[in-house]
């Protein structure tokens, strides 16, 4: 079976990697000239399924929950098992009441079992509500890190050619471009991201701030660097980040933590996320057309289980179990 | 039925669109709530002046009429550019204008406002000022050419409901003849009857519904709140009062001689 994938995202990726281990030959088209800068590039790697659930639907986390293991199996070490903490400034803990309404898999902490989590922040928060069953990874060393396993698997890629038509060898075409692919539905949902660097505070798990206006979450990556996101816009224009944004994420970072007023901003970035009007991802199939699309910001989280239905479509290996696990929901 | 500078309006429920959890669940609570007006921040909504353009079809598509907000707009200035932008993209000359005087209680600045909407009017806009309980300043934002006026009844996205009563309904008694829209602060759909109840025209919500753990429901109790406040303001409610008043009909008393 060869197959031929168009982007290399997050989607584009997991479903080659799904399928060269299923024993598919498969070549990536990307029109980049790297992995580096898409959608994927900018996203925040949080697996919290639980804490989506706040505004997402079920799906979400019936889908998402066992991304850490496919993850943790494809790429050994860049996981992080170390749950999601969720906290909210002292006059907006309405905010975490609303929040713990509407999510499960959490223990309520306080003062001092928060400290004992992230000593950076004792004294800082009174309650906050630890997600035990979360992970985290760095998306950009996961893109890459795929990239390199595929290409030892014999996974050819060739970048740059975007807009070529690719050659008619192959039995199926894939197409994992998000917003570059039109289909009726998509819509672009603009987020924005900074990066900042700082040795004053360490955090060993991403931590989500609660906020009537402008929640946020800071997850914090090697070398001293937390990825401060991320805006959610009703626009597909991409661009530079606005400095209204620059301000607000700053400031909640600001209010987790003072000594990130000190840090160096040493990144911003925006992308735009593919989505359907239920924020919802699909896969689908019109001959040996297959596209998957529509992951949201939940790129990380659900690139797997969509990369997971399209091999199973391609490759037709639909089993009884994931037929099981569909009737269930 | 209530008309909005000569538009007649079915619905007394104007809803948000920000802030739910998708776009297909906003439909569906617009559509539960039966509200026939929505408001669009073109700001957020609609970065560097252009639509999000599936997000943009998806509103047009549920049939309402749209009125353009300039939200997070903080001076006249901003406030003026943003109404002209909206006429250019949402195709309407109805602005409800914004202008935010404190970042943190989003308290209107009201002197900002009055200006803004001198101007506004004198360029043909139909403004829906969004403004504080202030009698004077209502007053004053009707001079300068505002034919509805849309008083807060707390902070938004505060859920406090009506903090001032008395203000709410001196504002109605001194302009009975004025469209009045309570917008922000209402938390749940009694807050809505309560306004309602005291003759106010229409109530406009967003983060009520949006952020409620089911929207479509929540949108449903909110029409029907506002339905039911204003029927109890049409069949005339009864003032408190201080002291018990016997209910049973009282045909003759039983003699114990």
Known sequence: MKVLIRGAGVAGLTLAFELATRGASVTMVEKRRQVAGNASWQAGGMLAPWCERESAEEAVLSLGRSAPDWWSAALPGHVMRNGTLVVAPARDVAELDRFGRCTSGFRELDAETIAALEPDLEGRFGRALFFTEEAHLDPRKALLGLQEKLVRMGVRFEFGYGSVQAPGRADVEADCTGMADARPGLRGVRGEMLVLRTSEVSLARPVRLLHPRVPVYVVPRSGNLFMVGATMIESDVGGSITARSVMELLNAAYALHPAFGEAELVETGVGVRPAFADNLPRVERNGKDIRINGLYRHGFLLAPAMARQAADMILGQETKKERAHEAHH | ?257
């Open chain 2, 1 to 257: 039925m209530l008309k909005l500078y000569d538009i007649e309006v079915s619905s007394r429920l104007l809803l948000g669109t920000a802030l739910y959890p998708s776009p297909a669940i906003m439909a569906e609570a617009i559509g539960a709530s039966g509200a026939d007006i929505v408001t669009v921040s073109l700001r957020r909504e609609a970065s560097g002046g252009k639509t999000g353009g599936q997000f943009w079809s998806l509103i047009q598509s549920l049939g309402v009429r749209v009125l353009p907000n300039t939200a997070g707009c903080h001076s006249v200035k901003e406030a003026v550019t943003t109404a002209r932008m909206a006429r250019e993209v949402f195709g309407t000359s109805w602005i409800k204008l914004e202008v935010i005087g404190n970042h943190d209680t989003l308290q209107p600045d009201v002197f900002g406002l009055i200006e803004a909407a001198k101007i506004l009017a004198a360029e043909g806009f139909e403004v829906f000022p969004y403004t504080t309980d202030d009698l004077v300043v209502a007053g004053r934002l009707l001079d300068a050419g505002c034919k509805v006026l849309m008083p807060w009844c707390a902070p938004i996205g505060s859920a406090r409901g009506p903090q001032n009563l008395d203000a709410l309904r001196s504002l109605r008694g001194h302009f009975p003849d004025v469209p009045l829209i309570v917008d922000a602060g209402i938390g749940r759909p009694s807050h809505a009857a309560t306004v309602m109840e005291l003759g106010y025209d229409a109530v406009l919500l967003n983060t009520a519904v949006a952020k409620a753990g089911d929207p479509v429901a929540m949108a449903a109790a909110f029409g029907k709140a506002v339905d039911a406040g204003r029927q109890a303001f049409l069949a005339g409610p009864l003032e408190p009062r201080d002291m018990a008043v016997p209910s049973t009909p009282v045909i003759g008393m039983a003699a114990f001689s």
